[in-house]
């Protein structure tokens, strides 16, 4: 599969999706961000439609995308964020799925381990150093950092007087 045929059928899943929904004119639930320069199909995702299109992504034959093989948090400043890469094995491509999550006190997402196994150790990992929080998850707590240890070490509002990181 290349990189346009993938983008057709999600911008027919979006148009689907989002008159499903009775989303306000403009808005859609899959956005095809113009500016991110990559190798791969780049998409946004708000954080309430995330689990539905990512199952999509998985389920849905046409595209199977059967490997999470790379999961990551992120800290824009302004918010916080996920980006998941997926692979489909069967149509050799990659997409990279991106969601911003606004509320920094209380950042919060839905689980993607009961739909890829891979996405348990990385959540941990992203909830001990950036602090979201993934509903669902059959194990969420600390991967790296001892169970006390206060804060999340790679946001930018973090702060450590011992190891002089100041904001």
Known sequence: MKREELKNILENINRELSSEKKLAEGEQVILFPEDIVSEYLNIVVAPQHLKEVMRILKTQPELNFDFLFNMTGMDWGKDLGI????????????????????????????????????????EREIYDLFGIRFRGHSNLKRIFLTPGFKGHPLRKDYEDDFMIIRK
């Open 83 to 122: 980006i998941y890469h997926l692979e489909s094995k069967s149509n050799d491509i990659v997409v990279v799925v991106r969601t911003h999550i606004e509320d920094r006190e209380n950042p919060e997402v839905d689980t993607m381990e009961d739909l890829w196994f891979t996405a348990h150790l990385h």
